[in-house]
């Protein structure tokens, strides 16, 4: 908890550092890659870094990390923290390299700040950073025991043994280590970094969900996300998209090796519950769904499972069939799919499936009474159906959510 001192100092200065705490993250990256190049290049996600939203992410978890400590001194912000590390230990993040960033936030704070930072403001705020900072160290090495690996040894190389076209953007890579040895272990739900070298030099990390691990293998679903012209595909607001995506799609094929980690991710299938489980998703967000209703399916489950899907149109659905299979094989689960641009304008049934025109809505089914949901899906749907099982009376510890990208909802 933070000192005595500290709490009234950083009580007094957090209005100002909020205000300023997105121009602070700002000139920390600037500062960052300015003195090390090679993050930039291999390690942070530069289409993150170009349409700022890794910048508002790491503003968002200090101004809610500090105030959480003053609202809750007893505590600690474990769903913060928990994302975070999963996070870093998916990118082999080290202790060491907290200080690498001490050194520059810090900096970057003196120089936004100018003389509102005096010694006691700067001790106080040192306090802040380092009960994040120790806190997360703590974590990323529980979850390297965890796994079997030696700190930040996460990666190893992978051969990429089958691959299958889902939909016209979105293919499935089933990999297998070089060696011989068996994958890593994974739970439902979670994901796997995988790191490319792009043409223009730069080792790129992007993390996939994990669609179904079995005989040794892993298979990770990619979407493959369009992408400008140049030397940085760029996207419309300025960002390169999707040359991660883009590079596993055109130039990954089956045979090839591959860079990848170990399976992280905090938001996983409760497997020793027999709770009813409901699992809203949409768009590419369906993929964590798929790894939990395999797990589900293979042990014969008899849980009540409400499957629940929003997409654009019946032919960007990705695991579409594999979905109503999976459905099929659970005696108490239903499945019900929305569609901007359905194929009939009616709600109608199709296999598994009770289909609705238009965005999930709540109202169209029965939520199971005591569920545990997992959301998946851009921010704005995450918004909406969290919003919508909170009015139907799920109470917000049972609600659990997956972001791809920085977590702007933290």
């Not at 190049?37 to 289409?47: A, S």
Request: proline letters at 6%; a negative charge; aromatic letters at 6%.
């Amino acid at each position: 908890m933070l000192s005595a001192t500290a709490t009234e100092t950083v009580r007094a200065t957090l209005p100002a550092v909020g205000s300023a705490i997105e121009d602070i993250t700002a000139l920390f990256y600037d500062r960052l890659f300015y003195a090390h190049p090679e993050l930039l290049r291999d390690l942070f996600n530069r289409g993150n870094q170009a349409n700022g939203t890794q910048r508002q992410a790491l503003a968002g978890s200090i101004a809610a990390f500090a105030g959480f400590l003053l609202e809750h001194p007893e505590q600690r912000p474990d769903l913060l923290l928990s994302r975070i590390a999963h996070k870093h230990a998916s990118l082999g993040i080290r202790p060491e390299q907290y200080q690498v960033v001490h050194t520059h936030l810090f900096a970057a704070i003196a120089e936004v700040l100018g003389e509102a930072v005096t010694p006691e403001v700067a001790a106080a705020w040192d306090e802040v950073y380092w009960l994040m900072a120790n806190a997360l160290i703590a974590i990323e090495a529980g979850l390297y025991r965890q796994a079997g690996l030696p700190e930040g040894e996460v990666w190893r190389s992978y051969r990429v043994v089958g691959r299958e076209e889902e939909t016209g953007d979105v293919a499935v890579f089933t990999v297998a280590p070089v060696d011989g040895s068996p994958a890593p272990a994974s739970e439902p739900g979670q994901y796997l970094s995988v790191q490319v070298e792009l043409a223009n030099g730069a080792r790129q990390i992007r993390q996939y969900s994990i669609v179904g691990s079995r005989a040794g293998t892993l298979s990770f679903a990619v979407k493959r996300i369009p992408a400008g012209t140049g030397d940085v595909a760029h996207s419309a607001d300025g960002s390169p998209a999707g040359e991660v995506s883009g590079h596993l799609h055109a130039e990954v094929l089956e045979g090839a090796e591959l860079t990848a980690g170990t399976p992280f991710g905090p938001v996983v299938l409760d497997r020793e519950s027999d709770r009813p489980v409901l699992l809203a998703s949409a768009g590419i967000g369906i993929t964590p769904m798929v790894g939990m209703l395999e797990h589900l399916a293979e042990q014969g489950s008899d849980r009540r499972v409400a499957v629940l899907h929003a997409d654009r149109s019946p032919a960007a659905h990705a695991f579409r069939g594999r979905v109503d299979d999976l459905v099929g094989k659970l005696p108490q689960a239903t499945l019900d799919l929305w569609y901007e641009q359905p194929d009939q304008g009616d709600e109608h049934r199709d296999g598994q499936a009770a289909v609705h025109p238009g965005y999930l809505d709540l109202t169209a089914v029965t939520v199971p009474d005591q569920a545990v949901a997992y959301l998946c899906g851009p921010v704005p749907f995450l918004t909406s159906a969290r919003s919508q099982l909170l009015a139907a009376g799920v109470p917000a510890e049972s609600v659990h959510y997956e972001v791809f990208g920085p977590d702007l909802g933290l």
